[in-house]
């Protein structure tokens, strides 16, 4: 009996230490993208800094023959092959930065750069923090007068996959 009490307040005890490290970072965490693959933002020295942490191939990004080959792979042996830079193209795509982001000018703002693998371009952007589940990111062209952007939802804690050893 001692021990299942232990266990339950133990368990509390990281919920709570979780939900408050969400309340002191909130945009920490594994956010999951509109094409349902995911982003896991960390503290890092520039401020946060988000990885590829899990890659979905949607349906219909790419033609028939990439499609097969695409679902036939790994994600370790997907690579950022689009990049503008060749030196960076046989980087792997699962661990990638993609984002470099610091505080901004509102405290539910930040600031940033954007890599987007799609196409191999980086562009200037921000992360508007909409609720402790949702975020919005934007990338920017134009000095930031044409912005596109999409939400991400927050990834449940017992759905983070760990990652592949």
């Known amino acids: 009996m001692k021990e299942i009490f232990a266990g339950v307040v133990g368990t509390m005890m990281l919920s709570i230490g979780s939900a408050s490290a ?3 970072d909130p945009v920490v965490g594994v956010w999951r993208t509109l094409l349902r693959s995911e982003v ?20 219909g990004l790419l033609s028939g023959a990439e499609a097969e080959a695409a679902a036939a792979m790994r ?5 950022d092959f689009r990049n503008k830079d ?5 980087r792997p795509m699962l661990g990638l930065q993609i984002l470099t982001l610091r505080p901004g000018s509102q405290p539910y703002i930040l600031d940033g ?16 923090l909409l609720s402790a589940e949702r975020i919005r990111l934007n990338g920017c062209v134009l000095f930031n ?8 939802v927050r990834v449940p804690p017992e759905e983070v996959l760990e990652p592949a050893e």
């Open 40 to 59: 896991t933002i960390s503290a890092c020295e520039t401020g946060y800094c988000g990885v590829l942490s899990r890659i979905v191939v949607p349906e």
């Open 22 to 24: 969400q309340m002191a």
């Open 86 to 90: 060749p030196a960076l193209r046989d």
């Open 113 to 128: 750069e954007i890599y987007n693998p799609e196409d191999g371009n980086t562009y200037s952007g921000y992360v508007e």
């Open 145 to 152: 007068t044409i912005c596109r952007g999409e939400e991400w």
């Open 75 to 79: 994600p370790e042996d997907f690579f």
